[in-house]
């Protein structure tokens, strides 16, 4: 079956840097991507990854990054420079339709790891 398994997030203060962990089972896929959702907001795309490119929306460029371990089937979010406007659920997700933004295209998810950083 396939499921995807997040870990890595916590509480930390501005400034600091977490590792995000995605690790799928039952099959790969062409994409991966990050989300993420505040309180009172909706989902936002945060990043993606597809054939070795990676794409992030703006307010992360430059502090984030994804990743993959192709042996092990993990993607990973790697968060520097965290913002108190970074806290949030964040999701990984999965899927083989074609690379976009937009979470309609994600036929998997993880449960949501909590971020939360402290100013």
């Known amino acids: 079956q396939v499921q995807l398994v997040e870990s890595g997030g916590g509480l930390v203060q501005a400034g600091d840097s977490l590792r995000l962990s995605c690790a799928a089972s039952?099959?790969?896929?062409?994409?991966y991507a990050w989300f993420r959702q505040a309180p009172g907001k909706e989902r936002e795309f945060v990043a993606r990854?597809?054939?070795?490119?990676?794409y992030y929306t703006d307010s992360v460029k430059g502090r984030f990054t994804i990743s993959r371990d192709n042996a092990k089937n993990t993607v990973f979010l790697q968060m520097n420079s965290l913002k108190p406007e970074d806290t949030a659920v964040y999701y990984c997700?999965?899927?083989?339709?074609?690379?976009?933004?937009?979470?309609?295209?994600?036929?998997?998810w993880g449960q949501g790891t909590q971020v939360t950083v402290s100013s």
């Open positions: 997700a999965a899927t083989n339709a074609p690379s976009t933004s937009s979470q309609r295209t994600y036929d998997y």
């Open positions: 990854r597809s054939l070795g490119r990676t």
């Open positions: 039952g099959r790969t896929f062409s994409t």
